[in-house]
């Protein structure tokens, strides 16, 4: 029986895609973990809800004003998708803070109350969408792209086909696929901007140190928390608009299946640190890959591991490329173990992990 | 007669229903070195957190250069333009931020531009060791320098008057009697009204022009600090003088 070689290239242009996705969802958790100080689970259900706006909500309100041509082509493109998104998931970060957060802050609430908290917000939102939207994925169609853009963005290159030994070695990225990357890495940017170099960026970061000496050094933290949940939240609706153009279809269960390793990216790249968490989306999602590979190979017959180990022992163990999650945490626990504060944190930051 | 840059009448506070403060008027004349002193949980650290709203105040009345400020928050405090510096006990410094962006908090109402190189050579001759080290995170600094962010952080907005909650808290017997000839040194040099709680009642109050003996809440004694320090009650109670036999 012949080996069919991995498809290496293909692969790889499926963990780089993957790494903007995560880069994309990451920079709105990384803000509300530094400045809050809190790991804020229900940051699974605004990547949801940024999906669900920037859809279904659109298209109903879409429906319920005049229809004409126009409005058509307005809806589909994706910039607006992808803007309306980030003021519907905006509204509900500063609706959490207003509700609940803000709350259990004028009370002193431990940081871990307000995780237990934002689980909560989590399931309430997911069950909601569910209500409303039902569960199973539902299939849709790719918002346009203004200025042409379709076509310009495309790579489509093939190494080899069938070649004897390479086999078939190629990259197809569309243009969502290359959009993501471009746009991860222009907002990392932009956000590691305006935290560093800004005022606005400064009260942020002081904020987060100590409430009470930014307030007397006049700085509006009320006001302040309120920006942070509204950008920290809008980006990652932003980000959720791009990341469901590329999918076919899409559920209520979307964002909590890319919590974990969200937060990985955040964790390992270092909390607060923007440009960090570019680095840790490529590991994560590399290693994820590399795995997903491996044990692919690992099932294969008759030489993979799988039944190798069932002719030795007797028994079957599935070795399945659906592990390939846990291999990415196990390069986060690896790392944490030499830099706890992750590759690119500081020390201080650490301080915020609860 | 000397005019008040900050009196505040019968103020009541505390947090949430517990109240701490019962009742309380204080004044700090200009260029006044004034020193709440008092047993532990009397109430010193809400009786100056209340001055500046970051604690609630259930009744009475605060004055800063006879502008009111009771019930505003800290952040509309500054913003309305009050001279008002405060160093707080702990969390003193923006652990994460730089020196240079520590400085620039003590401004952060004004315009960085225009104000920050004006104050900046003021605050370097004071402490010239921060000027060494300006780009380096405040998590950095040893307990003194941080002592010193502080004040320097406190100073950039050129304040009137000045509140330090116990300043030398943090720090090594020597630095402490360092930091309390800084705080003398900067009311004559600048010409400023300081608020200083302490612990270490008695130098304090030898250092101070006026004092305030807080216990329970309310003013148990007050009055010019030679006057306070002959008092024998006071001595034993308060400043932990032991009578000869």
């Known amino acids: 029986m012949a080996i069919v070689p991995v498809d290496v290239l293909s692969h790889a242009a499926i963990a780089f895609v993957y790494a903007g996705k995560l880069i994309l969802l990451t920079i709105g958790l990384n803000m509300t973990y530094s400045v809050l100080k809190f790991s804020n689970f229900s940051h699974a259900e605004w990547v949801t809800w940024g999906m669900f706006s920037s859809w279904w909500l659109l298209q109903i309100l879409a429906f319920l004003v005049p229809w004409d041509a126009e409005m058509g082509f307005i809806i589909n493109n994706i910039l607006i998708q992808a803007t309306f998104a980030f003021f519907m998931v905006g509204i509900?970060?500063?609706?959490?803070?207003?509700?609940?957060?803000?709350?259990?802050?004028?009370?002193?609430?431990?940081?871990?109350?307000?995780?237990?908290?934002?689980?909560?917000?989590?399931?309430?939102?997911?069950?909601?969408?569910?209500?409303?939207?039902?569960?199973?994925?539902?299939?849709?169609?790719?918002?346009?792209?203004?200025?042409?853009?379709?076509?310009?963005?495309?790579?489509?290159?093939?190494?080899?086909?069938?070649?004897?030994?390479?086999?078939?070695?190629?990259?197809?990225?569309?243009?969502?696929?290359?959009?993501?990357?471009?746009?991860?890495?222009?907002?990392?940017?932009?956000?590691?901007?305006?935290?560093?170099?800004?005022?606005?960026?400064?009260?942020?970061?002081?904020?987060?140190?100590?409430?009470?000496l930014a307030q007397v050094s006049g700085i509006n933290t009320r006001q302040i928390i309120f920006i942070t949940w509204f950008i920290a939240a809008g980006v990652t609706g932003f980000g959720a608009a791009f990341v469901r153009a590329t999918q076919g279809r899409f559920g209520t269960m979307d964002g909590f299946s890319m919590l974990l390793p969200i937060f990985a990216v955040v964790i390992l790249g270092g909390v607060g640190s923007f440009r960090g968490g570019i680095v840790s989306a490529f590991i994560i999602s590399?290693?994820?890959?590399?795995?997903?590979?491996?044990?692919?190979?690992?099932?294969?017959?008759?030489?993979?591991?799988?039944?190798?180990?069932?002719?030795?022992?007797?028994?079957?163990?599935?070795?399945?490329?659906?592990?390939?999650?846990?291999?990415?945490?196990?390069?986060?626990?690896?790392?944490?173990?030499?830099?706890?504060?992750?590759?690119?944190?500081?020390?201080?930051a650490i301080r915020a992990r609860v | 007669m000397d005019k008040p840059v900050l009196r505040a009448h019968n103020v009541v506070s505390g947090y949430g229903k517990l109240q701490v403060i019962n009742g309380v008027d204080l004044h700090v004349n200009e260029k006044e070195l004034l020193t709440i002193i008092g047993p532990n949980g009397s109430g010193k650290t809400t009786l100056i957190r209340t001055l500046i709203g970051l604690v609630e105040m259930f009744e009475g009345q605060v004055f800063i250069r006879e502008k009111e400020v009771s019930h505003m928050r800290p952040h509309e405090i500054i913003k309305a333009g009050i001279p008002l510096g405060y160093v707080p006990q702990l969390a003193n410094v923006f652990p994460s931020l730089t020196i240079e962006e520590n400085l620039k908090m003590g401004l952060f109402v004004k315009k960085w531009d225009e104000y920050y190189l004006k104050r900046i050579e003021e605050i370097f001759n004071l402490f010239p060791i921060l000027g060494e080290r300006i780009s380096q995170r405040a998590s950095l600094l040893s307990g003194g320098e941080r002592q010193m962010l502080a004040l320097a952080r406190a100073l950039m907005p050129n304040p009137e008057i000045l509140i330090l909650d116990e300043p030398t808290a943090a720090l090594a017997p020597n630095l402490a009697e360092d930091m309390l000839q800084q705080v003398v040194t900067l009311k004559k040099t600048l010409g400023i009204s300081i608020i200083l709680v302490e612990q270490r009642a008695k130098r304090s109050m030898e250092l101070s022009d006026r004092g305030i003996v807080l216990v329970t809440g309310r003013v148990a004694a007050e009055g010019p600090s030679n006057e306070l320090l002959q008092e024998d009650t006071i001595r034993k109670l308060y400043l932990g003088v032991r009578e000869k036999s």
């Open chain 1, 92 to 212: 509900l970060g500063i609706l959490s803070e207003i509700l609940v957060f803000g709350r259990l802050r004028d009370l002193k609430a431990s940081a871990r109350s307000f995780t237990v908290a934002s689980i909560g917000i989590g399931l309430v939102v997911r069950n909601l969408l569910s209500m409303v939207f039902g569960d199973y994925p539902q299939p849709v169609s790719s918002p346009e792209l203004p200025f042409g853009l379709e076509d310009i963005l495309v790579i489509n290159i093939t190494l080899t086909n069938r070649d004897p030994i390479l086999g078939t070695q190629s990259i197809i990225l569309t243009s969502y696929k290359i959009l993501i990357i471009l746009i991860s890495i222009i907002t990392v940017l932009l956000i590691d901007y305006i935290f560093k170099h800004t005022k606005f960026g400064i009260a942020m970061r002081a904020t987060s140190d100590s409430i009470d």
């Open chain 1, 286 to 348: 590399y290693a994820r890959e590399i795995s997903a590979i491996i044990l692919t190979e690992f099932q294969k017959k008759p030489y993979g591991l799988q039944y190798v180990i069932e002719d030795l022992l007797g028994f079957t163990i599935s070795l399945s490329p659906g592990y390939m999650d846990g291999v990415g945490f196990v390069v986060l626990i690896l790392v944490l173990l030499f830099r706890p504060q992750g590759i690119f944190g500081s020390v201080e």
